[in-house]
């Protein structure tokens, strides 16, 4: 069950938690852990925003990638750790909220990592929420012996390896920073992989499911907000209002069916292995990233309609169905196909993608477009997965 909203303790050991616990939830912690990660979420989409609307694609894109990887990766990590070892004592609890200022920091950072190349900041910031992290896993070697101490201390030692060299890249050449950048993440990457070789934290397959859909709600409403912004410009913009209608209807369809779509598979049931759970735990970086692209697509498109944006209409339309295209993608490729039962219901995703991305040479109307095939895409799902042969055989699935 969730924790009560007052903490257990001062100091509890922090054990595993086991991995069938019934009533499993996200607690009010986890909960407010995710919104303010979403503060920085929000401003690396509008760096992303004004770096497109310039026509400044590669470094705007890079720079979203590099900023998005840092929060995902420190999001991740807590998400997993909390399934298995959450105890809801007070150092738990303080710990948690170091973090949350980590991510606050970074995200103060972000403007001028876009605009200048400055990345003290954010470093600074995700070195904050990750030796926090550390000491959360010392905690758990403290408590714990044998080979479950031995992880604990992997991944601590793992951890501050990795915070030495993010500090050491701020003295690094400018133009070596890219090389750091690379090098730093698969360290990053590979910690967990080598930390549980010979012991598997006993993280909670319903709940990890359920904190990965939360993130995804929360991330997907900052698209709702772009949408809103377009009805706002478009009721002062009179003379673009069909385009800028057309924009936020279309931009409302994507991020509705993308939810449908989502939310459409049973992720829990994939996370059998670890190899399952690594898989489907790392493919969520291009999941979150997209969800949160789609809503800067759709504030480019409106810039674009509206003079802001010098860039053409098909650029503009780029920037939203090309993270739309990757979301399906890659959500089908982590969970949809392996729950689909025939080739009609296979193939429903793939041509999707290929449907949506050809929208992008529509131009100012290709949003709408787009929005319009996901939402045929997900009606389309639905009458299959509830033929009678089809619903006899599995639970009905909704795209």
Known sequence: MSHPTAPTGLLRRMTSRSPDEGHRAATVLELFFDLCFV???AQAGVRLVHAVAEGHY????LGYVLVFFAIWWAWMNFTWFASAYDNDDVFYRVAVLVQIAGVLVFAAGIPRAFDDGNWTVCIVGYVVMRLAMTCQWLRVARHNSGAERTMALTYATGLVICQIGWLAMLFAPEGARPYFFVILGLAELSVPPIAERSFRTSWHPHH????????TIIVLGESITAATIAVQEGLDEHEALGELL???????LVVFAAWWIYFASPSQERLTTMGHALTWGYGHLLILGS?????????VAVEQVTGKAHISPVAATAAVTLPTALFLLTGWFLQARHFKRDTAEKALMPVTVVVVLACTFLGTWGVLAAGVVMAVAVMIGVLLSNRPDSASLRKPQMA
Request: charged share 10%.
């Open 39 to 41: 503060v920085a979420v």
């Open 58 to 61: 590669g470094s705007g894109v």
């Open 246 to 252: 057309s924009i936020a209807g279309g931009g409302l």
């Open 291 to 299: 969800a949160a692209a789609i809503g800067a697509g759709i504030e």
């Open 208 to 215: 990890i499911a359920e904190r990965y859909g939360l993130f």
